[in-house]
Every structure is written in C-alpha cells, then in structure tokens.
C-alpha cells in the first residue's frame, strides 16, 4: 500500500523526509546576524514598561528575553559548527557583517536590564565582561576585514542603516559601564572613566557613519527595498548616546572628574536627543512613501527588530534623560511613546510566529495534500 508518507519502488521502502528536522536546519543555516535586535528590542521596551509603572508586562517581556537570547546563542553556535561558510560570508559581507553588533548590544541591554528589574548585579557583571570582549573581537575582525579586502562594494551597495549598529553596540557598553559604577566601590572612577571614553567613540562613530549614509541616500538613486527597517538606527542609536550620557550625569557624585564636564555631557546628551528626535517624522514619512505610495510589501523581517529598538530607546533615553537634568516637561512624551514601542513589537512578535511556524511545518503540509501516488 502506497501513500504520501511511504512509497516503495521495487523491494526498496523510501522512508519520507522529517521536514520538522529539515525546517529546523534551514532556520539554524539562514539564521540573519542581526536577529540580537530581537534581545536588544524586547529588553528596552521591557526597562521602558518598567520605568513606566507596567510591572507586569516588564517582567513578562524579561523572562521571554532571557529565554530568546539563550535560543539564539544556542542556535548561533550550532551555525558555527554546522555552517561555518554560511557564517563566515555573513561575517565578511558588508551588508551582513555589521549585523553581529547585535549580539554585542543584545548582550549588555540584557545586562541593563538585569540590573534595571532585578537589580542583581551579580549576573549582570559576566555579561558586561561578555560585552566588552565581543565588542572587540566583532569590531576589529570586521573593520579589519572590510579595510583589507580586494572586492569591495561600492557605496550605494555596501552601506545601510545597520552600520549604524556598531554605535549602538559602543553606547550599550557605555550605558551598562555606567550602570554597573554604582555597585563596584573601589572601581567607581574606573569604570566610569571606561564608560564615558566608550561614550565619545560611539559619538564619533555615529559622525563617520551617518555622514556617508546620509550622502548614499541623498546622492544616490533610492528604490523602496533600500528603505530597511535598519534605518530606524539612525533615531536609535542618537537615542542609546542620549541615554549613556544621561546616566553619566546622574553618576557625576561618583566620578568627580565627570564634574569638570558636565555642561559638555548635558549639551551633548540634549544634541544627541535632539538629531534622534529630528529623525522620528523623517523615518515616518519614508516609511509611508515605501508601503503606502510604493507599495513595497509589508512581511516579516528579522531586520524589522532593529526598528522596534529605536522606540523603545527614544522612550527610555527621553524618560531618564528628563530625570537626569530637571527637564519634567518632557516626562509626557515617554507616557505616551511606550504604547507605540510596544504595538510595534507586538506585530514584530506576530510576524515572527508565523514565519517560524511556516518555516517549520509548511512542507509538510505540502506533501499532505499531495495525491497518493
């Protein structure tokens, strides 16, 4: 007897493939470098809920976090054993490579957010140190590759809004640095001196790299599938130096060279908030122009985690940013901000549901509704 799970052909019995097992090889193989965003959005949009009374739902989202950034670096390091072409393409590509900063930046807002909900700095201290050792060899293996390589892309093909994330990766260390002073008596200065130093190269990254995003989009022809959700790292990464420079300024008593630049850390704390904000209605109006006037389809994108970290980063960087400096007029905009960071992943979440689920079982129903043969 034949049918869509057995046929035999002569005396040889073909057992069918396991396309659950099949689905699960194809995620760990095509796994995006960027899916940290996941960690690094579901953990600020949780320290954001929390610093806004929403208990509940901060918790909630904290303990899925802990568990999705396990998955991912259990599913990363079988990527590394299973599929090391596929990763080391990845990591030399200059529209992929910069995707690993997530694992940086997912790494130490976890880390904050252990801190922020849990107040353990216990745990949080090897993430911090996981942190700072990622950062280093990600930054310089990339940035090495990507200066000596012989082909290159050119402008309009090789850069995206998703450099942009190695800025978020340096400021995530410097918020973190800043938040783990305050439980290390004897390396207070230290730390804070570490924080503050990864705070002015996250500024300086964000000065070379936007320049020449800004002048490929200006300059060079623009289409609706160059528009990607990355480029919410553009608000996003002015947001998390918003935020690093913002607890600085709270830990000025426990720093005191900090003191002698403190009208420096608020001036550009306020600069910093100031392009993010600037940001939010132009982000808005090309996203419209690319779903709504070009009708550029609206699935899921592992990418799409990289816009919801931005809301969730504005909220928190203008919450403690209005707390570091007196500012309580601009306590109104994070009430109502969080609700977007929030809508936004939630649909983010969705779509991953249902990708994964039709990544998984799709082929299977397929072969299900096959004809006997």
Request: hydrophobic share 50%.
């Amino acid at each position: 007897m034949k049918n869509e799970f057995q046929h035999t052909t002569g005396n040889a019995t073909h057992q069918p493939k396991n396309y659950f097992f099949d689905g699960i090889q194809g995620i760990i193989k095509n796994l995006s470098p960027s899916y940290f965003a996941m960690v690094m959005a579901t953990g600020i949009v949780s320290i954001a809920c929390f610093l806004l009374g929403m208990t509940l739902i901060a918790m909630i989202l904290f303990w899925l976090n802990i568990f999705t950034y396990v998955v991912l670096c259990g599913l990363t390091f079988l990527r590394i054993l299973l599929f090391r072409k596929e990763f080391l393409e990845d990591l030399f590509s200059h529209t992929q490579g910069v995707g690993f900063f997530t694992t940086v930046a997912g790494t130490c807002v976890l880390g904050s957010q252990i801190l922020t909900l849990w107040e353990n700095y216990t745990l949080a201290l090897p993430l911090w140190i996981l942190g700072i050792v990622l950062w280093l060899i990600i930054t310089y293996t990339i940035f090495t590759t990507f200066t000596i390589k012989i082909n290159k892309p050119p402008l309009e093909k090789g850069i995206n809004g998703a450099w942009l994330l190695a800025v978020v990766s340096t400021q995530a260390l410097a918020v973190l640095s800043a938040q783990l002073s305050e439980h290390f008596e004897s390396y207070k200065l230290i730390i804070n001196f570490f924080a503050f130093s990864m705070w002015l190269w996250g500024g300086m990254q964000y000065i070379w790299m936007i320049s020449l995003i800004f002048y490929r989009y200006t300059f060079f022809k623009f289409s609706p599938g160059d528009l990607s959700p990355p480029y919410w790292i553009s608000m996003g990464a002015m947001a998390i130096s918003t935020l690093a420079g913002s607890l600085l300024i709270m830990n000025t008593p426990h720093a005191p060279f900090l003191l002698s630049t403190l009208a420096f850390l608020k001036g550009f704390s306020i600069f910093y908030w100031a392009t993010g904000t600037w940001w939010i209605p132009m982000l808005i109006i090309l996203a419209c122009w690319r779903h709504f006037y070009k009708k550029f389809p609206l699935t899921y994108d592992p990418l799409y985690w990289g816009a919801v970290f931005p809301l969730g980063m504005y909220t928190v960087s203008t919450y403690m940013m209005a707390k570091a400096m007196d500012l309580e007029f601009l306590l109104p905009l994070p009430k109502y901000f969080v609700y977007i960071a929030l809508i936004a992943w939630g649909a983010t979440f969705i779509g991953l549901v249902h990708k994964s689920a039709k990544s998984l079982f799709a082929k299977k129903e397929k072969i299900k509704k096959e004809p006997l043969v």
